[in-house]
């Protein structure tokens, strides 16, 4: 069974607005897909336990990574460390740099009553997992919008540069009229289906 796991942002969770779109458009659309959102938490050496978790308990092909911002950084991560293709949403690049500013502050979950107090030690577990180099191009599809008001797309075009890309103007961090661009995520994923369920 084809599985998509959508990996959320950064003080974020299953609520977020883009993982119940993508939940309800494939039960729809795909409903022969598994859909996976596990909350994460804002801890990251927590966050890469569940996934770790989660896909040691699948098999190794016809799992397909989706992740939004931070998400994006751990779909990249699990990308390269098991080699499944993964679409990137406005993702977060090298965000231990970013989240400099934010050790010491308590921090709320947009969705959640949950806070977190980033440490120096959550820093150096992002950096550990920061990949430098993409060692198959042809797995990821980035999407960025140049209005994101949260992350510099820039960076991400430039990481990823060799990948397929797709770079709209405007826009902002929530990545506008994402439900629109589900078919082609979705036609994208099914290029790395085993035979037996392509359609």
Same mark, same amino acid.
């Given at each position: 069974?084809?599985t998509?796991?959508y990996i959320h942002?950064f003080?974020s969770?299953?609520?977020?607005?883009?993982?119940?779109i993508?939940?309800?458009?494939?039960?729809?659309h795909r409903?022969?897909?598994?859909?996976?959102?596990?909350y994460l938490?804002s801890h990251?050496?927590?966050?890469?336990? &569940?996934?770790e978790s989660?896909?040691d308990?699948? %098999?190794?092909r016809? &799992?397909f990574?989706l992740g939004s911002?931070?998400?994006?950084?751990?779909?990249?991560y699990f990308?390269?460390?098991?080699?499944?293709?993964?679409?990137l +949403?406005?993702?977060?690049?090298? %965000?231990?740099r970013?989240?400099q500013?934010l050790?010491?502050?308590?921090?709320?979950?947009?969705?959640?009553?949950?806070?977190?107090?980033l440490? &120096?030690d959550?820093?150096a !577990?992002l950096?550990?997992?920061?990949?430098?180099?993409l060692?198959?191009?042809d797995l990821?599809w980035l999407?960025?919008q140049?209005g994101?008001?949260t992350?510099?797309?820039?960076d991400? +075009?430039e990481?990823?540069?060799?990948c397929?890309?797709? &770079? !709209? =103007?405007?826009?902002?961090h929530a990545?506008?009229?994402?439900?629109?661009w589900? %078919?082609?995520? =979705?036609?994208f994923?099914?290029?790395?289906?085993l035979?037996d369920?392509r359609?």
């Open positions: 069974m084809p998509l796991i942002g003080l969770s299953p609520k977020s607005a883009k993982a119940q993508t939940h309800d458009w494939l039960r729809y409903p022969e897909w598994r859909f996976e959102c596990p938490s990251p050496a927590q966050a890469r336990a &569940v996934l989660l896909l308990g699948m %098999p190794e016809d &799992v990574l911002s931070l998400g994006g950084f751990w779909a990249t990308a390269e460390q098991r080699g499944l293709p993964a679409v +949403v406005n993702p977060a690049v090298s %965000p231990q970013r989240f500013e050790v010491g502050q308590t921090l709320k979950n947009y969705h959640t009553a949950e806070t977190c107090l440490t &120096v959550d820093l !577990e950096e550990a997992c920061d990949t430098d180099q060692h198959n191009p990821y999407m960025v140049k994101d008001e992350l510099d797309y820039r991400a +075009v990481k990823y540069k060799g397929r890309q797709t &770079v !709209e =103007a405007g826009g902002s990545f506008e009229s994402y439900e629109g589900l %078919p082609d995520i =979705a036609g994923f099914e290029e790395f289906l035979p369920w359609q």
